[in-house]
């Protein structure tokens, strides 16, 4: 199929293009940059990022889930589930705060009353223990034990403190190569905390916590820190804009400051530009299109949920539900594909106990769209609780791929529905297969396989690496 990015229904079976499946995934060529609407390693082929959302933005500041299972346990866990990549969300206070910044990992969790996870990270990450927060977010979720343990001991050193940080860069950067997974660093929000609603401070520039100056200054900050580190391949500028303050003009004035200077302070990466109205419009550009003085690297995201059209979603044909909902996402946002732009879906998922029937029509159809237009895309979210959240202590994620105690996927029809996403299907440097010889179903991420050549024999359904 040729690609477009007119209205798709959702289909009982989806017809697309797969090359045949390859030997497990390992680091592209470094670092990535845009060919029209695709992303490209450093040799020209395309590289399709599979990620999923790392939440580290909460009022304890580091990445969930390291009360419950190791950094290298977490990050091993991320590369078997086939993610080759991790969008790891911060807020901007942990780059322009030296008190936040410098307050141990400890410490953190003992002022928000969380004993339980401090005994837990005692147990699971005990050289993560007593860090300060901006050594835990260099190190957390991205690098093996023996890493951290490498790192302790350097850091321990009596040296320069360029030196120092150096060295510790070297050893995270080790151990994410050891996993082969990329990491986009997403600027959350400015205050630590849940995102996201219209009047939480943080929704658009010139709210209580969202001053465009400090957000500038954190942005160089987190660039200028990961710039010796390839394996961080992009930055996403900000999660989610919105409120009674948006307005596209200011857009302009700051999304296109925010992108220089990122770009200045670390040229490698890719710079991700988000939309309004909670990341959910971008069609302001169609008149005015960003101006930038790097080509190459930037790139722009969207994000997608059921939740967005609940009454659509809940009664009437799911087909036409679909068509109609896929025409305004394309006509906000997808439409930038057809201008040579890369479109992110930097968020989308599902509640995986699969009792939302709003969400399970929506998968299907948010499935197809992706694989029909192969986009790259984040599901929210890898983690399966929270140290904290909304003033609930360790609350289940249930749209999270992992279960409530980051032991095992939640749901493993819910993974293999992602699974089925994750290879890149076409885009520069990739041998096509020819078209319609894969019969893709979005609702369970399988192909049609036929066990036999008997006329006879039905055709049913099966790993999409069985097919013909």
């Known amino acids: 199929m040729a690609a477009s990015t007119s209205p798709t229904p959702l289909l009982l079976a989806l017809l697309l293009l797969l090359p045949a499946l390859g030997a497990a995934a390992t680091l592209p060529p ?25 939440a580290s933005h909460l009022e304890p500041a580091a990445a969930e889930g390291l009360a419950r299972r190791g950094v290298g346990d977490i990050a091993a866990r ?22 936040l910044a410098s307050l141990p990992f400890r410490w953190s969790l003992e002022r928000l009353g969380m004993v339980e996870s401090v005994a837990g990270v005692r147990v699971n990450n005990p ?49 994410l190569g050891e996993q082969n997974v990329m990491v986009i660093l997403d600027n959350h929000l400015s205050k630590p905390g849940w995102c996201c609603s219209n009047t939480d401070g943080n929704g658009f520039f010139g709210d209580a916590y969202f001053d465009p100056e400090v957000w500038v200054d954190g942005l160089t900050r987190m660039a200028t820190m990961f710039a010796a580190v390839p394996n961080v391949v992009g930055m996403s500028l900000r999660n989610e804009l919105r409120g009674p303050r948006q307005n596209a003009n200011d857009w302009y004035k700051y999304m296109q400051r925010g992108a220089e200077a ?24 169609n008149s005015r299109a960003v101006n930038l003085s790097f080509t190459g690297k930037a790139a722009f995201e969207v994000h997608w949920y059921s939740f967005s059209n609940s009454q659509e ?25 057809d201008k040579g732009w890369p479109v992110i879906l930097s968020e989308f998922g599902v509640d995986n106990r ?27 979210a890898l983690q399966g609780s929270y140290y904290l959240r909304e003033g609930v202590l360790g609350l289940d994620e249930v749209y999270g791929v992992l279960d409530w105690a980051w032991c095992k996927p939640r749901n493993a029809t819910s993974l293999r529905r992602v699974q089925a996403l994750q290879r890149p299907l076409r885009g520069p440097g990739l041998a096509e297969a020819a078209p319609y010889t894969v019969l893709f179903h979005p609702v369970t991420g399988m192909c049609v396989v036929r066990r036999s050549l008997a006329a006879t024999q039905p055709l049913e359904l099966g790993p999409c690496n069985e097919t013909e």
């Open 127 to 175: 050289a993560l223990l007593d860090l300060p927060l901006i050594d835990v977010f260099r190190v957390r979720g991205l690098c093996s034990d023996g890493a951290v343990a490498e790192l302790m001991a350097m850091a321990s050193l009596e040296t320069n403190p360029d030196v120092t940080l150096r060295m510790r860069m070297q050893a995270v950067v080790s151990s």
């Open 78 to 99: 991320v590369a078997a589930m086939g993610f080759n990549c991790v969008r790891l969300t911060w807020p901007t206070y942990l780059a322009t705060n030296a008190t």
């Open 354 to 380: 699969g009792v939302n029937s709003n969400d399970n029509r929506y998968y299907g159809c948010a499935a197809a769209v992706a694989a029909d237009l192969d986009l790259d895309w984040a599901l929210w």
């Open 30 to 54: 470094l670092p990535l940059s845009t060919e029209s609407r695709w992303v490209v390693s450093a040799d020209g082929r395309r590289v399709k990022l599979a990620c999923a959302n790392w």
């Open 313 to 337: 979603w809940s009664s009437g044909n799911a087909n036409q539900a679909c068509a109609r909902i896929t025409a305004g996402v394309t006509r906000r946002a997808l439409y930038l594909l």
């Open 262 to 285: 990122v770009h200045a302070a670390n040229p490698r990466v890719l710079v991700i530009l988000s939309g309004l109205s909670f990341d959910n419009d971008l069609a302001f550009l």
